[in-house]
């Protein structure tokens, strides 16, 4: 009787188990089952904003669930990344990140990092101008180096601490040996509005969130941070040209919270690589100033590492790494 209750249970048990993996094997196929979030640190109509709202709609079609974009701005991306870090990890909830949350880290803004999240995959590149108001009377990046040579730290410019921006004048202090005033504003609109009404001298921006300023001539712009011109405004001459040795460009990508399936993880990045493959996605981005550049959940590791080890030099040189 005791041998016949132990085959009995050892069947139970078997059953069960292959009950259990046909389960996750079918949680893995059928997955999304419905709508993810896709957290998005910033403000509505910046550059990040406007980039995942693209990269949400196509993703949408490929997964086949809708891809809720959701702002939550505040203290240069942080508040709406700690939301992510705290959210299950169950695939429903995503971030979309670029450099600045290595940055914040760095600097002491913040106490999580990339290594706090699962990378997915990086999507895109963008590189920014360096802009200033037309009643300046800088013409060229030329002009604004001898200018604050002269006056060290007199030449304001204009970022979000512990973000990106902030580390473009950094990197342009470093490289033509100036000193500048980096005055803090939060989010790219800030920025802007600030450089337009000539209250902060300079500012870093991209050719989505200085076009109207742009084509209203309230806005002029002294060089661009790419490898080469910009196909949106060639007639801006790249940082290199004009003898600052400076190729600087934010990184944008998507993670989970610690702990989602790799499974998932595997899903997601396939489905953004055939996104990044799209001939007509890549169009839209370009006109928005911004280069795809795809780099699978493998290869977006490496990137991390690699530029956060750069990134950490830089802050180290000039007295801003947090240790």
């Known amino acids: 009787m005791k041998k016949i209750s132990f085959i009995v249970a050892i069947i139970f048990l078997s059953i069960s188990l292959l009950v259990a993996c046909s389960d996750s094997d079918s949680s893995t196929e059928s997955y999304p089952q419905k709508s993810i979030q896709l957290i998005v640190p910033w403000s509505a109509g910046g550059d990040t904003d406007a980039i995942n709202r693209l990269v949400g709609e196509e993703l949408s079609k490929e997964l086949g ?46 106490d999580f990092g990339y290594d706090d999240f699962e990378p997915i995959a990086m999507i895109t590149s963008t590189y920014d101008f360096i802009a200033t108001s037309p009643e300046n009377h800088w013409d060229s990046i030329e002009d604004l180096v001898q200018d604050a040579k002269q006056n060290p730290e007199k030449i304001s410019y204009a970022a979000s601490i512990g973000s990106t921006s902030q580390l473009e004048p950094v990197l342009l202090e470093s490289v033509a040996d100036i000193k500048l005033n980096i005055v803090g504003y939060d989010g790219t609109a800030e920025r802007m509005k600030a450089v337009v009404a000539n209250d902060v001298s300079l500012g870093s921006v ?8 742009i084509a209203d001539n309230r806005m002029k712009l002294l060089g661009y941070n ?14 290199k040209e004009q003898g600052v040795d400076i190729v600087s460009g934010t990184n944008r990508g998507i993670v989970a919270p610690k702990g989602t399936p790799e499974e998932f993880i595997e899903k997601i990045s396939y489905a953004l690589e055939k996104i990044a493959n799209n001939e007509d996605f890549i169009k ?40």
């Open 226 to 239: 790419g490898e080469e011109r910009s196909n949106v405004l060639p007639d801006i001459p790249t940082l």
């Open 284 to 323: 839209r981005l370009e006109d928005l100033g911004t280069d795809v550049n795809f780099k699978n959940t493998k290869d977006y590791k490496e990137f991390i590492k690699s530029s956060t080890e750069e990134m950490k030099k830089l802050l180290e040189t000039s007295g801003l790494l947090n240790e």
């Open 206 to 213: 991209s050719a989505t969130a200085g076009k109207d300023y």
């Open 65 to 110: 669930q809708k891809i809720v974009i959701q702002n939550i701005s505040g203290a240069s991306g942080i508040v709406g990344s700690q939301q992510a870090l705290s959210a299950k990890p169950d695939g429903y909830t995503l971030l979309a990140v670029h450099d600045s949350i290595a940055m914040s880290e760095m600097t002491g803004q913040s």
